[in-house]
C-alpha cells in the first residue's frame, strides 16, 4: 500500500446503523527506547565496525581493545510501529572515536550489502527504510540469541561470513524463514566478557 491511498477500518456501527471508520496511517516507525550492547556471534567474537576499512566484522578483541569500546558497543535503537511487524522494530548505530554511524543497506553492484554511515539514527521514520531490521528470536528454545531480518526484504537476514580471513557482517537470504542458519545468529550482551 502506497502513502497516497488511505486505508480505513471500520470502527462501530451506531444505533442508527450507520457504519463510522477511523483512518489508518501508512507503515511508520517512532523511537521508543536505546539500550547498548556488545555482538557476539556463535565463535564468541565480538562485532567491530571499522569506518576506515569500510568493514563491520567479527574479531577476536583483546582486552584493551574492549575497555576503549570503540566500534564495538552498539546502540540498539528500539521502535514502535504503526503497522504489525514481524518482529520488534530495531536500528543499529555505533562510536567510533568521537563520531557516530548507523547501520543501514544499499545495493552496490547488484547486491544488497551492509554500510555503517556516519550520523545519528532518526527519532521518527514516515515510512520503509533501509535502516530498519526486525529482531526475532534465533529459535524457539534459544531466548537469548537473535537474528535479525531486513524490513525491506523479506528473508533477508543479517549474518557473517568467511571472507580473507575476516568474518564480515553480511546480508543473507534464506530459502525459508525457519531455517536453522548459524551465520545469522547473534547473542547481545551489555557485558563484553558474556560467554554463548
Known sequence: MSCEEIAVCAVRLRENLCLYFEELECDAFCKDKTIKR???NVNSQLLVVRPDLNVAAFEDVTDQEVKSGSGMYFDIHCYKTTAPSAGMPVAFSVQVEDKSYYMCCEKEHGKMVVRFREGEVPKDIPGESNIIFFKKTFTSCSS????????LEQGMFLAFEEEDSLRKLILKKLPREDEVDETTK???SHNERHNL
Open 38 to 40: 556488545f555482538f557476539r
Open 144 to 151: 537469548k540469541a537473535f537474528k535479525f531480518e531486513y524490513s
Open 186 to 188: 547473534f547473542v547481545t
